[in-house]
Every structure is written in C-alpha cells, then in structure tokens.
T-cell receptor, first 115, second 112 residues
Framework: DGGITQSPKYLFRKEGQNVTLSCEQNLNHDAMYWYRQDPGQGLRLIYYSQIVNDFQKGDIAEGYSVSREKKESFPLTVTSAQKNPTAFYLC??????????????FGPGTRLTVL | KNQVEQSPQSLIILEGKNCTLQCNYTVSPFSNLRWYKQDTGRGPVSLTIMTFSENTKSNGRYTATLDADTKQSSLHITASQLSDSASYICVVSAGNTDKLIFGTGTRLQVFP
C-alpha cells in the first residue's frame, strides 16, 4: 500500500446522504486518482488530479465530486446523485501526471455500502 | 476501443504447482503493460512492468512475458504458495493519455 492511506476501511450510508472518502499520501506524488471496483469489472476511473488545485473527470464522474487543495490529499465525495454507490473505492497516486512509465501506487481501499 | 481481456476468469491449483495467466489487449498507441496482484479487500500492488521493447520480466517466482506483435502477455507463477491466492490484474497504458486500461482480473486460488 506504500504511503497511501484511505479511511475509513468500511463505510455505511443511508440512501440520500452524501459521504466523503479520505485519501492521503506522503509519497510527494503530484498525481492522484480515484477508481471504483465492482465485481466482475475492471477498475473504472472516477476523477484524477495531475497537480494541486486541478482535477479532471474520468470515465464515470457523474454523482461524484473531488477537491485537491493540498498535494497530499484528494478526498472523494459520493453524492446522493450517484445511483448505485455501493462499491469498493480505490485511491492511487503517481509521481507525475501525464503519460509515463511511473507506477500508480494504490491505497488499501474503502468499501462503501448503501443501506 | 481500447480493451484488455484476461483468461481464465478463475483458476484453482495445488500448492507447489505452476500456472500461467493470459492477457490480450487492443490498446493503441501502446506504452507499457503491468501486472498487479490484488489480495481480497486490499489495493492492487505492482508486480512487473514491461515496455514495448521488453519481452520478459521477472520478480521472484513471477515471470511476465510480452509479445507486442500479437498483443499478448502472460504471467507465469512458479512453485505456487498459499499466499499467491489473489486476483491478478493486467493493466495497459496508452502512450497518449494518463489513463490506464484495466483487465477484469484472474482470480487464483491455491490450495494445500
């Protein structure tokens, strides 16, 4: 898991509530990513940030929001607009943004369950 | 459309045996290919990375191969151990984007 932490490990939410997932890294990486993992599917990119104060939508950004106010932190908010939020959420970071051979290092993940 | 396909979906082997996992991709332009290991309920961990010019890379008992002509890669695990039980994910980077293309993974179970 390197120097990436995600909290909490398990999260339960009632329908209609917003919830924020934490992701912190101490690797001094510029780029950070949020993925969603569902059974039988490959990881899907929600949002990514190549540098502080900048972020881009990924392939499935609807119903999610992010901020990147600090280099070390990239929190993800799952809003009530996300129709099927129950999933395993993974945060990752990479030394620099853009195409490269740099490895993306993943955090331990947060399992979100909507009741 | 950029895609990564893995086979088999799941595999059961006995401890000490060898196994090979397959990955086929249609990604253009190709930059590099990684194999990740993901334990249940954990984040993926990188095992190997290969660029276009490399056709084999080892990491302990794990050996990855790449055939850029046929767009195929394999991950060979030698003398399997119980701790090898995990999902193995093939991930391809396109040369013109920061995004990764993930396979759905092969679920490996090693029994004593």
């Amino acid at each position: 898991d390197g120097g990436i932490t995600q909290s909490p490990k398990y999260l339960f939410r009632k329908e209609g509530q917003n919830v924020t997932l934490s992701c912190e890294q101490n690797l001094n990486h510029d780029a950070m990513y949020w993925y969603r993992q569902d059974p039988g599917q490959g990881l899907r990119l929600i949002y990514y940030s190549q540098i502080v104060n900048d972020f881009q939508k990924g392939d499935i950004a609807e119903g999610y929001s992010v901020s990147r106010e600090k280099k070390e932190s990239f929190p993800l908010t799952v809003t009530s607009a996300q129709k099927n939020p129950t999933a395993f959420y993974l945060c990752a970071s990479k030394l620099a943004g853009g195409p490269s051979t740099d490895t993306q290092y993943f955090g331990p993940g947060t399992r979100l369950t909507v009741l | 459309k950029n895609q990564v396909e893995q086979s088999p979906q799941s595999l059961i082997i006995l401890e000490g045996k060898n196994c090979t996992l397959q990955c086929n991709y249609t990604v253009s332009p190709f930059s590099n290919l990684r194999w990740y290991k993901q334990d249940t309920g954990r984040g993926p961990v990188s095992l190997t990375i290969m660029t276009f010019s490399e056709n084999t890379k080892s990491n302990g008992r794990y050996t990855a191969t790449l055939d850029a002509d046929t767009k195929q890669s394999s991950l060979h695990i030698t003398a399997s151990q119980l701790s090898d039980s995990a999902s193995y994910i093939c991930v391809v980077s396109a040369g013109n984007t920061d995004k990764l293309i993930f396979g759905t993974g092969t679920r490996l179970q090693v029994f004593p």
